[in-house]
């Protein structure tokens, strides 16, 4: 049983920055693809980046490519993304994900997740 939890969210001007964490307490992380999702309300679990298992490949959804960034260190069991020039579309409750298959953006391709943390971006 992987447990994630998840830190860093928060309100944020649009344009600005935020940096959201997720620690894995599995000895086994670096075995795992890591992902994170968010979900607006009203709206379904959206997929918004991925990271392979070393972290030598990443993909994303279109709408945060060239300002999001998802990374990993296996050594502190924790994949991190990385958001700037934020916007208002971006609020939501964002969750990471483990899973076992690489390039899957379906929620249910993931088998633990975390409880959420909510991100705003507003002025």
């Known amino acids: 049983q992987v447990q994630l939890v998840e830190s860093g969210g928060g309100m944020a001007q649009p344009g600005g920055s935020l940096r959201l964490s997720c620690a894995a307490s599995?000895?086994?992380?670096?075995?795992?693809?890591m992902a994170w999702f968010r979900q607006a309300p009203g709206k379904d679990r959206e997929f918004v980046a991925a990271?392979?298992?070393?972290?030598?490949?990443?993909y994303y959804t279109d709408s945060v490519k060239g300002r999001f960034t998802i990374s990993r260190d296996n050594a502190k069991k924790t994949v991190y993304l990385q958001m700037d020039r934020m916007k208002p579309d971006d609020t939501a409750v964002y969750y990471c994900?483990?899973?076992?298959?690489?390039?899957?953006?379906?929620?249910?391709?993931?088998?633990?997740w975390g409880q959420g943390t909510q991100v705003t971006v507003s002025s």
């Open positions: 994900a483990a899973g076992m298959v690489w390039y899957a953006q379906r929620p249910k391709n993931y088998d633990y």
């Open positions: 990271i392979s298992r070393i972290g030598g490949n990443t």
């Open positions: 599995e000895r086994t992380f670096s075995s795992n693809v």
